[in-house]
């Protein structure tokens, strides 16, 4: 599965499932990338938040591998509201990890993590973060542009101006927690939908219905939690720095049932994501 590709809406294949690299820090990050390209990953999600850009480019420059080969994504810092600033960050983002180009370059919210949940949607400032994604793209620094953690009105906001229509929208989405409305609306608008925390933070480990139906079909709790995003259009974006669990989350070539489908669509959500739900993305 690492090896197919998703196209979006402007031409570029990107492949169907990335390796995260959220709170994976310094060589961590480094040796972490590096394994992944080597188990066979061609596609690395990072973010300027993460603080681990440079580290995630060290890994790919020393996995050997030719960059043409590797689809890169990062994001533009939630907090960058203003053109300047934005156009700024886009060219630290390229300085740091050494690339003559990024792959996907996507807003990382509509709002600045601590406004997030706010009434206070930014519509004029994502306008201007978004111009400057779009000269970035059209000056060749950027590949394909995006969104991340958008609703239908941040969507349309940036719809309502952009020269460049975005082709992502990356959200939380995984079993319990199917954000069903938003992913049809960004599918309708021509964005594929990006997984980030494809087993719920690792809450998911705690389900017993989720381990039982896993067992049945003699895979591990991720890859059933991967292969549900898969089976539903949508991109998962695993977070792990342990090889071993690298080759697990790719080994996915399996087929859920449909009755299986629906039981995963109907479970209860998340309540408490734990340590996780000091997060904004999780409260």
């Not at 709170?23 to 999600?45: F, M, S, T």
């Not at 886009?90 to 997030?116: A, N, R, T, V």
């Not at 990356?170 to 954000?179: D, E, G, K, M, R």
């Amino acid at each position: 599965m690492i090896k197919e590709t998703f196209t979006l809406a402007n031409g570029v294949d990107v492949p169907k499932i990335g390796l995260g690299t959220w709170l994976i820090e310094g060589n961590d990050a480094e040796n972490a990338v590096k394994e992944a390209v080597k188990i066979g990953y061609r596609h690395i999600d990072t973010a300027q938040d993460y603080g681990n850009e440079g580290e995630v480019a060290a890994g790919i420059k020393a996995s050997g591998v030719s960059r043409d080969e590797i689809f890169v994504t990062t994001k533009l810092a939630a907090r960058y509201k203003d053109y300047a600033g934005a156009a700024e960050a886009i060219d630290e983002s390229l300085e740091k990890m050494g690339l003559d180009h990024i792959d996907l370059m996507i807003i990382h919210s509509p709002q600045p993590w601590d406004h997030f949940g706010s009434s206070d949607r930014f519509f004029e400032g994502n306008r201007e973060a978004w111009r400057a994604l779009e000269d970035a793209h059209k000056a060749g620094k950027i590949r394909a542009i995006g969104l991340s953690n958008f609703a239908a009105q941040d969507i349309d906001n940036i719809l309502s101006s952009c020269t460049v229509k975005p082709v992502v929208n990356q959200i939380l989405a995984h079993v319990s927690n199917t954000p069903w409305d938003l992913i049809q609306y960004s599918q309708d608008k021509g964005l594929l939908v990006e997984a980030y925390s494809p087993v719920g933070h690792g809450e998911l480990f705690k389900n017993e219905q989720i381990a039982e139906m896993a067992k049945q079909y003699g895979v591990s709790i991720p890859q059933l939690c991967i292969r549900y995003d898969l089976q539903l259009g949508l991109l998962p974006l695993p977070k792990t720095a342990n090889p071993d669990h690298m080759k697990n989350n790719a080994d996915v070539d399996f087929v859920i049932a449909d009755k299986d489908m629906e039981t995963l669509k109907n479970m209860a959500p998340i309540e408490d994501y734990g340590e996780a739900s000091a997060f904004p993305v999780f409260q």
